[in-house]
């Protein structure tokens, strides 16, 4: 299921998907590197990195994270990543409505093809632009709950929520009795 876990030491597949420019890229490199670069490169095909995060009482939680490109043209490769995923992390941007259209799209595909018992969580990123915002946290946050996801807000530029978004993910993984 894309977790090779024993009780301490979890290891875990992560996809991102969300249309391009939504900041897939930016959060990654947020949370793997604490770094943010506005000039970051537009993702070919897809990129891997992975993370290691502690938990209580010396759990740790090592993200294996497949970034991928949102581009139509990329489309017929996502399964490629999400298959085998346990956890699908789906990003939209909270200035742009059509992204968040396309979220839903990513979701509805991920119910119909992911792995069952994947779990998902929807991500509106940009939330330092609120005088921008086209979609509200209600409208992100309901579309979620409808979903049995978790939900929140981040901004990869100035790291708020980004680090509670994967702690977040960890405490949702399912775990073997110790
Ligand atoms: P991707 O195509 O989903 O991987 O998007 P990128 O990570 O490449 O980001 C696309 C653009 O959005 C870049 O110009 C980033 O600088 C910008 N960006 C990403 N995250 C944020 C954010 O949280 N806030 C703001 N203001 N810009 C962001
Ligand atoms: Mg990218």
New binding site residues.
Partial sequence: NGGANDAKNIRIKLVLL?D???????IVLRFVRGQFD?T?K??IGASFLSQTIALQDSVTVKFEIW?TA?QERYAALAPLYYRGAAVAVV?YDITSAESFAKAQYWVKELQKRGSSGIIMALVG??A??QEKREVSAKDGMEYAEKNGMFFIE????TADNINHLFEEIAKRLPRSPS
């Fill in positions: 969300g391009s420019g939504v900041g897939k890229s930016c506005p970051s537009v993702t970034d949102g990003v990123n940009k330092d632009l981040t901004s990869a530029k």
